[in-house]
């Protein structure tokens, strides 16, 4: 009821934005300190994932849904600006049903002054220059199991006051004060819990705990290249799993363990420099970020270690190819072996528990935080003290842009973890896209993609209008 009584109401509102107003690109309207028209957009698609893992104890699809979304942009007399995006979803996602009203984005900008301005609301902020790694991107939060062709519905955007100060074209500063925590969907949401374990999950937004945090980017241009360096103290979008609580029965002839576990936020502070240049044909970006969290210690298996993380890419544009590679690592420096498997993502071995537990002095308790913070370990990439990764993103334009094929490949030479996205697109019409492709995850025993690959690799298609 919710959803209808919205889209009626847009609906109002748009036939108004028409019939009242003229509709104008947003930089004429902001430099006519007389205008006060409303930019109107919008779209509708849908989405069918269909999985390529069978198993008869499971539905065809992933994912199948139907959006309708709808942005407004107005601005009064140059000093004013309200911005919203919202969308409407009917469909499911991993057997779940999606939620029908979904806020993108809804915020105010207020010119203080020519070149400061004032803003507050949910917004998507991403910091950074690198193509497919982020590193120093900590105040977006991100849904890792959206399944949608357009990877930019990955973003959640969150609840932020921000003040931005432009000094001419050479130098600009960004602060940005997050009040609440809206935690990341984390990839592993999906994954069959074993027999006696629960995981407690986070509320969407955590609005009656202190979880604030704040950071600062400021941005260099001088002649050629754009530099910035970024500051972040608060709580990483990406949370991590505690062990809450856990119980042994002896009573039969196999220990049965109940474990509880609890996903929780956990604050960090993330110091990080990125650039972007040209040289002759080629664009170079790169990142490097160094991420220390508050409170490591083997008594907090929640809380990842210490990393010091880099990235370089080039794109290569001849005629009506565009080319796009990337390598990435990250170290680090205070890395410990684990000798426990992690809890998520392999079977028990009841038998072997036994045997433990006849051992004197067996910590039961401490044994299960171990393969707890294994797990973590898993998810973070921190399962060796130096990773490697590299990445390449292929497409080609045909019939003047109407067809686009492409790829995209992304492997870790450490854990060798694989993601093959082949795909192309169809634009008919101008407005209308259709989508076609497939998600490919590749991984050896006890990674984390041969442990997603079951409910994320799918083929997929998309159609999209927009008007």
């Given amino acids: 009821m919710a959803g209808v009584i919205l889209i009626k109401a847009l609906t109002v509102l748009s036939c108004t934005a028409f019939t009242g107003y003229s509709l104008e690109s947003p930089v004429s309207e902001m430099n006519d300190p007389d205008s006060s028209k409303i930019i109107l957009s919008g779209f509708i698609k849908n989405n069918t994932f269909f999985d390529l893992e069978r198993n008869s104890g499971k539905t065809l699809f992933s994912a199948l849904n139907a959006v309708a979304g709808i942005s407004l942009d107005k601005s009064i007399k140059g000093k004013f600006r309200g911005f919203a995006e919202v969308r409407y979803s009917y469909g499911a996602q991993f057997n779940e049903a999606l939620s029908p009203v979904v806020v993108r984005e809804v915020f105010t900008d207020f010119n203080l002054t020519p070149s400061v301005i004032l803003s ?31 990877r930019e519905d990955a973003d959640l955007g969150n609840i932020v006051a921000s003040a931005s100060w432009f ?45 604030t945090g704040y950071g600062f980017r400021a941005g260099f241009h ?30 039969g002839p196999l220990p049965a363990v109940s474990v509880k ?34 409170n490591i210690s083997p008594e907090n298996e929640y809380i990842p270690l210490e990393e010091v993380r880099w990235v370089a890419g ?63 370990r898993l998810y973070n990439y921190q399962m060796h003290r130096i990773y490697h990764s590299t990445g390449i993103r ?13 790829l995209f490949a992304m492997y870790n030479l ?46 997929y298609m998309g159609i999209r209008i927009n008007f």
């Fill in 120 to 150: 507050a609301g949910q917004k998507i902020i991403k910091w950074g220059t690198a193509d497919f790694t982020s590193l120093n991107s900590k105040i977006n939060p991100v849904n890792y199991i959206a399944r949608s062709p357009d």
């Fill in 167 to 211: 000094a001419g074209s050479f130098f600009d500063l960004e602060a940005v004060l997050v009040p609440f925590y809206r935690p990341s969907t984390l990839l592993i949401d999906p994954v069959p819990i074993p027999q006696g374990v629960e995981i407690e999950q986070l509320k969407p937004v955590i609005t009656d705990q202190k979880l």
């Fill in 222 to 251: 001088p002649k050629g290249i754009d530099i910035g360096l970024s500051w972040f103290d608060g709580y990483d979008p990406m949370p991590g799993i505690k062990l809450s609580s856990a119980a042994l029965d002896l009573s």
């Fill in 261 to 294: 576990l609890k996903v929780t936020p956990y604050k960090t502070r993330c110091a990080a420099i990125d650039f972007e240049t040209t040289a002759g044909a080629f664009g170079i970006r790169g990142e490097a970020a160094w991420s220390r969290p508050y």
């Fill in 314 to 376: 080039s794109d290569y544009n001849p005629g009506n190819w565009r080319i796009i590679v990337e390598y990435s690592g990250k170290y680090l420096p205070d890395f410990i072996p684990l000798s426990a498997l992690p809890l998520i993502g392999t079977e028990p071995d009841y038998e072997q528990l036994a045997l433990l537990l006849q051992q004197p002095g067996f910590d039961f308790p401490g044994y299960l935080k171990q393969q707890t913070s294994a797990f973590n």
């Fill in 394 to 406: 292929i497409e080609h334009e045909l019939a003047w842009g109407r067809v686009i094929p492409s």
């Fill in 414 to 459: 450490t854990s060798r973890d694989l993601l093959m996205i082949p795909e192309i697109k169809f634009r008919p019409f101008d407005g209308l896209t259709v989508t076609a492709g497939a998600e490919i995850y590749s991984g050896k025993e006890g990674s984390l993609y041969r442990l997603i690959n079951d409910f994320m690799e799918s083929i």
